[in-house]
């Protein structure tokens, strides 16, 4: 008999997997649903919720997809927004969303001033 520890949970996909913001996109749009279906339980998404997203994915992507995938991935994304959150939170004067890159945007004297406080803090 085979035991939980012994049974994979990455479909044999332990390679590494490069995402794009169309898999970054359908991953959030996925969760939404998901949140939106009442599968986030005491601010944690279920082992369900999970298995719906995976199948989801690997329809739209292929199998190098699969559920560990996807929590890491997660991970990183809220880690990713905390992070830019944290630089911008509070309308930081002179910053914006465009809404046509989807990206932060602002005049050269602001960046010139966010870098120069956030130096040490930039990973090149």
């Known amino acids: 008999m085979t035991s939980k520890k012994q049974l994979s949970t990455n479909n044999g996909n332990s390679g590494t997997l490069t995402w794009n913001k169309a898999m970054d996109d359908a991953l959030v749009d996925a969760l939404m649903q998901e949140f939106e279906k009442g599968n986030k339980v005491?601010?944690?998404?279920?082992?369900?919720?999970?298995?719906?997203?995976?199948?989801e994915l690997v329809r739209l992507f292929g199998d190098k997809i699969d559920k560990?995938?996807?929590?890491?991935?997660?991970?990183?994304?809220?880690?990713?927004?905390?992070?830019?959150?944290?630089?911008?939170?509070?309308?930081?004067?002179?910053?914006?969303?465009?809404?046509?890159?989807?990206?932060?945007?602002?005049?050269e004297p602001v960046w010139d001033a966010l870098i120069e406080v956030n130096f040490v803090n930039l990973v090149f």
């Open 42 to 55: 005491n601010g944690t998404f279920t082992s369900i919720t999970y298995g719906n997203i995976t199948i």
């Open 68 to 107: 560990v995938k996807i929590q890491n991935r997660w991970k990183t994304l809220k880690r990713n927004y905390s992070e830019y959150d944290e630089i911008f939170k509070g309308g930081m004067s002179g910053f914006s969303s465009n809404p046509t890159t989807q990206l932060w945007d602002a005049e």
